[in-house]
């Protein structure tokens, strides 16, 4: 499928259907551990994609992620396919070029669109995340506050750089759970489960009962908080005693 053009009446006609070079480069960093996902998502911003659309449906195949392949299902909104990411959610898959998508499903028709509208339909589908080449030979997998910054067409804010969490992440979650007096410290960690984990040091001898409610609010005033809605992609809590 190298070289073949789009379809005339396309708006992008003309596109060859070749990756854009910084999303190339961006994902053959990412592959080899020099670069992040932070600069895939990036270097998509005001790009093409192609979205796949399938005649037939069938089961999808596979998503290599972490160097592993998760076999995927399938689920379809007018042909277009959505994959079962490794952690359970519905996903767009979208490529980078044809041969992207060759590699993934030869039969499948290329719907070249821009990425923020591409984000977009993903929001309104209710899939929450992207999956970018998932046929290798990079496969990045877009969470969720990314796929909503490109789809307002913002630059993304990782919750967490390097082994460290945003400062303005950090600063809200210790916000929301201020209000708590079963609560004496507080800090926000790069998670194991989840991207982020809260590390709540609670007063000792809580019965049960009251450290169900105490959760229960903690829960529901980070759920509340604009800031860790759109920037963190999943939170994971961890209990200590003072």
Do not use: C
């Not at 990756?19 to 992040?36: E, I, S």
């Not at 909503?148 to 969490?165: E, F, K, N, T, Y």
């Amino acid at each position: 499928m190298a070289g073949r053009e789009l379809p005339p009446t396309s708006p992008f006609a003309g596109d060859d259907g070749t990756a854009d070079p910084r999303v190339a480069a961006a994902l053959a960093g990412y592959g080899a551990g020099t670069g992040t996902l932070a600069d895939v998502v990036a270097a998509l911003a005001g790009t093409r994609v192609l979205v796949p659309v399938l005649a037939e449906l069938e089961v999808a195949g596979t998503v290599v992620h972490g160097g592993h392949e998760h076999t995927v299902d399938k689920e379809a909104s007018a042909g277009i396919v959505a994959l079962q990411a490794p952690d359970g959610r519905t996903a767009l898959p979208v490529f980078t070029s044809t041969d992207a998508l060759a590699r993934w499903r030869s039969q499948a028709r290329p719907v070249p669109t821009d990425v923020e509208r591409a984000a977009l339909s993903a929001v309104q589908e209710g899939w929450e995340v992207m999956v970018v080449d998932a046929g290798g030979p990079v496969t990045a997998l877009v969470p969720r506050p990314a796929v909503w910054a490109l789809a307002q067409g913002h630059a993304w804010r990782p919750a967490v750089v390097g082994d460290r969490v945003d400062d303005d992440v950090r600063a809200a979650v210790v916000a929301a759970v201020r209000s708590f007096p079963e609560i004496v410290g507080v800090d926000a960690l790069p998670g194991a489960r989840a991207e982020v984990a809260i590390v709540l040091t609670l007063v000792a001898g809580l019965d049960r009962v009251r450290l169900d409610a105490v959760l229960a609010g903690v829960n529901g005033a980070l759920a509340a908080d604009g800031t860790i809605a759109a920037r963190v992609d999943g939170l994971e809590l961890r209990l200590r005693a003072a």
